[in-house]
């Protein structure tokens, strides 16, 4: 009854995902991505979503899920401003969600989508804020998986490692999965696991302790590529993994008004742009770019301690996190004046 109450909904929204459809053999292949923040993404991100649907957009495969949006700025309200919008971006992931949260569960999820293969990146959320240790999270994993079996008894699954094994429950966590997956795993409903990239590198993966940069993006998104391949969905991710430029992909709208021995900014900053580093020079007196070392939230900032009469340039520079944008502001030019 809930999952025919919530077919219903969607139908009356809009989203046709209520129906078995053709074979599986004359349609794509339905996947269902389940996770929290780290899937969701928030503002100005690509997401690992579009780096796997990029990987897999000639594969034949449809994404299916409640949801298309990101967060942001969390935990603002829905976004729908990712770095590149042009991708699938139907998901079941959301900010802030664990193993027992019950806003959407696997069940329902499975009952209302049909999907072919269900992609789990869950448990950082229940590790990290709720404490739970690696026993229980396998203990949930597993719940996670007889609940998907038991609404499709034919649906595969992709349990994801966690990639911050600097968290306490993490390594333990991952250490089990595979044994975990073995056990779960019948004639119908393969189980798999998505290994956790083992260059997953804090600070510089991830622009917080949790959430992917756009290189860790790439890295979560290249495993479960991988996993899927093991089940005959798409190739393996090509190695060596690309280069991608940081978020944000856009640039601030810089603007300033001189005062005395000073210049007065404001900006308005991009999708994921957190922070602003501020750059300037003196081309009075021939000086080079020089980036001012702390970041600044603004959207305003007075930079004083200049010499009035003297021409200025400055440019802003915006950072997510830890991730710093290789795009730069339009460059503005101010004569500070007593």
Known sequence: MIARALCL???????????????RAERPVRILLVGDSVTQGSAGDWTWRYRLWEHLRDAGVDLVGPDQ???????????????????DRDHAARWGKSFVDTDWTIAQLVDVFHPDVVVELLGVNDAVWGGVPASRLLDRARDFVEQAQ??????????????????AAVPAYDAGLRGLADRLGTERSRVVVADAPADFRR???TYDPVHPSASGEVKIAAAVADALAGLGIGSPYPRPLPDVPPVPVEPAVLTARPRAGAAQLRWEAPPGGWTAYVWRRDTTRGEEWQRL??????????????????TYEFRLQMAKGTSVSEVYSNVVTVVPAS
Do not use: N, R
């Open 69 to 87: 949006t990101m967060a942001g700025p969390p935990p603002g309200p829905a976004s729908l401003h990712y770095a590149d919008p042009d991708f």
């Open 203 to 205: 600070d510089v993966d």
């Open 9 to 23: 909904v969607l139908l009356l929204g809009g989203l046709s995902a209520c129906s078995d459809g053709p074979d």
């Open 293 to 310: 070392p702390l970041g600044v939230p603004g959207p305003s900032w007075k930079a004083e301690g200049l010499i009035d009469g003297d």
């Open 150 to 167: 038991a609404a499709d008894p034919d649906v595969d699954v992709v349990l994801g490692e966690l990639p911050q094994t600097w968290y």
